[in-house]
């Protein structure tokens, strides 16, 4: 059985849904989770300790090449991109993607790389389209995609560009998220899809290009 991740991002609008759905993940998920969470960059960050104090996972903002657990959440900090790198963590001030860091798309498609078919990538709500391009990754490796019904996002235009370019495989409302997320984590992945040249490049090669910068 191949292992599963969660990879979430939200912009505006989407914060109380991020804090909801890790207030309801129980205690013994299996899996990890990673949060993008645009913020501006010169503000600090509490999103960390505000989900440990949530629910009943732990939260952090992880250094630069640590290891990657089961049953925590991992919270890109401000001004770097959240990447996970076979298995390991990546974090890098890297540029900016479609005028974010942290990116969504950035976390998505280097999820994609590295587990594949395990992935469930959630889109929240959030301005403009950041989201659409690494959703898109994920569904091509065979993950599975969740967006938020743009219909009640204060900010609809992130999942609406992710439901306008992706066949999602869920569109819910935020209530409905964690609950499906659970169901989800404990379904098998038991099959490789193979990865093809052209995202090859766009997952693999292009953001470690990107991203895998010294820190400045």
Not at 29 to 51: K, N, T, W
Not at 53 to 70: E, F, K, V, Y
Not at 135 to 153: C, F, H, N, R, T
Not at 166 to 180: F, G
Request: hydrophobic share 40%; proline share 8%.
């Amino acid at each position: 059985m191949l292992p599963r991740c969660i990879v979430v991002g939200a912009s505006a609008g989407g914060y109380q849904v991020v804090v909801d759905i890790v207030s309801q993940l129980p205690a013994d998920l299996r899996v990890p989770v990673f949060v993008v969470m645009h913020m501006p960059a010169y503000e600090q960050s509490y999103l960390a300790e505000i989900l440990t104090n949530a629910g009943q996972l732990s939260a952090i903002n992880p250094s630069d090449g640590a290891g990657i657990q089961p049953g925590f959440i991992y919270v890109a900090p401000p001004d770097h991109h959240l990447l996970i790198d076979d298995h390991h963590i990546a974090v890098k001030r890297g540029p900016k993607e479609n005028g974010f860091r942290p990116s969504i798309d950035a976390l998505f498609r280097s999820a994609a790389s590295s587990y594949g078919p395990g992935v469930i990538g959630v889109v929240l709500s959030g301005a403009l389209n950041d989201g659409t391009s690494g959703l898109w990754s994920i569904k091509q490796q065979g993950g599975i995609a969740v967006v938020q019904d743009p219909y009640e996002a204060r900010y609809p235009s992130m999942p609406r560009s992710a439901l306008e370019h992706i066949e999602a495989d869920y569109k819910v409302r935020s209530t409905e998220i964690a609950p499906l997320l659970v169901q989800l984590t404990q379904a098998q992945v038991d099959q490789e899809v193979p990865m093809d040249n052209d995202m090859d490049e766009d997952v693999r090669g292009v953001w470690q290009k990107r991203f895998r910068l010294p820190q400045v």
